[in-house]
């Protein structure tokens, strides 16, 4: 029987992990997780916050001492670097702290491609206001401005003046960011590439697209991206060179490229699963389950595929947002639908954006309201605003997929005052 603990994330990895032989001892903060969907998969669940390494190994080294773990895992951002000190400190093999903080650092990641040769990106750690309005002058274009270790696609700034980059710095500031990075900014559509690694052999799974709102935060995803399939050579390349670059080789990764007029350029990589339900979509429409993977390729339960594997279908997801914020006064469209309609129970806060994905892995198309009449929606300014529900769809080929997701969407109406 082998031993793991899973220090925060969602549940879809470890589901199952009985039947394969595997106890999972899963490190959690109480309210962040469903207990009925990941306490039947576990066999014990510990509390201490997912970035606190010191309190990650206060509850795990006695566990460790009493029966051994064959290795310590996330599928979180916030836990990654912590996790990588407890590996260390606990003598357990994964991904190094050292690897995990170059993924974090998005100046480290860009150092670290830039002594590769890779994808060669314009960028600069800023110092302060003036240094980001001379790092636009050099540029000589529109650049981007972004928390050096931000997530969830929040506080990016576009600017096409010097005036515009001091400003967008001093806005950074005033969020509480003192680390900033500048970049080029990359022309051409966003796509995404999932991937999984053993001893240093990198499999690009998925190829994702999205749709995003002026301020870049996505609320459709969908794959396998038609945008990205035709560049797959070009992308399968550029994702094991970027890999290699940061030091990763084993586990999931979920990097982002801009196909700009000159190729492939990275725009970042994770040391994870991707978030919004992404690898549902992939094992979807490629039939490879990357949550599965997670634990059986690490633990030799599984072999990583030999090539990298080609789409079966098409699946999507698509969320219920809002231009403004406001109070629900009724949701209109759930009557009749002919597929699953899954709600969260009045005054219920679901722990993420995607909750009840599991109850949908038997349906090809499904709806989830995650709000009620008299709660509140937020505008689109994060990933964490997608908080309203969602429609799950698989289909023939992406674009199927996309239209049965849409056509849903738009009858499913929420009505905020």
């Not at 460790?64 to 996790?83: C, G, K, N, S, Y």
């Not at 509140?376 to 997701?405: E, I």
Request: net charge negative; hydrophobic share 40%.
């Amino acid at each position: 029987m082998y031993r793991v603990a899973v220090v925060g994330g969602k549940p879809a990895p470890i589901s199952g992990a009985k039947e394969l032989g595997i106890d999972v001892v899963l490190v959690h903060e109480e309210g962040k997780y469903d207990i009925d969907e990941a306490g039947p998969h576990c066999e014990r669940i510990v509390h201490a916050p997912v970035d606190d390494r010191e309190a990650i190994l206060a509850v795990l080294k006695p566990l460790h001492e009493e029966r051994p773990f064959d290795l310590l895992l996330t599928t979180t951002e916030d836990a990654a670097i912590p996790v990588g000190w407890v590996n260390e400190a606990l003598g357990l093999p994964g991904t190094s702290e050292r690897t995990s903080r170059i993924i974090k650092d998005k100046a480290l990641t860009r150092q670290a491609m830039a002594d590769a040769g890779l994808t060669p990106v314009q960028f600069r750690s800023l110092t302060d206001a003036e240094d980001a309005a001379d790092f636009q002058t050099a540029v000589g274009d529109r650049i981007v401005l972004k928390p050096i270790d931000g997530v969830a696609s929040l506080h990016i700034h576009v600017a096409t003046t010097p005036e515009e980059a001091s400003a967008a710095w001093n806005t950074l500031q005033e969020a509480g960011y003192p680390r900033v990075i500048a970049e080029e900014y990359l022309d051409g559509p966003v796509v995404s590439v999932d991937s999984f690694s053993y001893q240093g052999r990198h499999i690009v799974v998925g190829m994702s697209e999205y749709i995003m709102n002026e301020t870049f935060v996505e609320w459709q995803v969908a794959t396998v991206s038609e945008t990205a399939w035709p560049h797959r050579e070009a992308l399968r390349t550029a994702t094991a060179e970027l890999l290699d670059a940061v030091g990763l080789t084993d586990g999931p990764a979920h990097s982002e490229f801009v196909l700009t007029p000159k190729g492939p350029r990275v725009l970042e990589t994770h040391n994870r699963l991707a978030g919004s339900g992404a690898p549902d979509l992939v094992r979807r429409a490629t039939g490879v389950d990357l949550a599965r993977m997670f634990l059986t390729i690490p633990l030799g339960i599984d072999k990583l595929p030999e090539t990298h594997p080609e789409p079966t279908g098409g699946a999507a997801i698509r969320f219920f947002v809002f231009p403004e914020g406001g109070r629900i006064t009724k949701i209109t469209g759930l009557d009749d639908l002919d597929v699953p309609v899954l709600r969260v129970p009045a005054g219920e806060k679901p722990p993420h954006i995607i909750p009840y994905m599991y109850k949908l892995a038997g349906h090809e198309v499904g709806v989830v309201i995650s709000k009620d009449v008299g709660d509140t929606v937020n505008p689109l300014r994060a990933v964490m605003d997608c908080d309203s529900g969602y429609v799950l769809a698989q289909g023939r080929d992406m674009q199927d997929a996309v239209a049965k997701a849409a056509a849903l969407t738009e009858r499913i109406q929420f009505h905020v005052e």
